[in-house]
Nanobody
């Protein structure tokens, strides 16, 4: 079993920045983030492996940066130039295999943290 604890959500103005953190109870190969806005499907945002390989959805490229501290089993999401369309519940997700973009393939999930971007 793996516990994922998220923090860092909040309310920001468009153009602002926010950093999310997700701490895992053990080392996991791939850790990342999905988001879900009201009435929308859960969407892959980004993920990173223990070796530093990353993947981003096109909508956040150049604005969001994922990183991790393997010693702390923690992944971070630096979110810059935030837009109202980034508003969603952000979920930390992880799996012991490689990065994929389909939510059901992830085994471990955080409880979600709300990110709201006002215009």
């Amino acid at each position: 079993q793996v516990q994922l604890v998220e923090s860092g959500g909040g309310l920001v103005q468009a153009g602002g920045s926010l950093r999310l953190s997700c701490a895992a109870s053990r080392r996991i190969y791939a850790m990342g983030w999905f988001r879900q806005a009201p009435g929308k499907a859960r969407e892959f945002v980004t993920a990173i492996t223990t070796g530093g390989s990353t993947k981003y959805v096109d909508a956040v490229k150049g604005r969001f940066t994922i990183s991790r501290d393997n010693a702390k089993n923690t992944v971070y999401l630096q979110m810059n130039s935030l837009k109202p369309e980034d508003t969603a519940v952000y979920y930390c997700a992880s799996r012991d295999l490689g990065i994929v973009t389909t939510a059901p393939l992830y085994d471990y999930w955080g409880q979600g943290t709300q990110v709201t971007v006002s215009s």
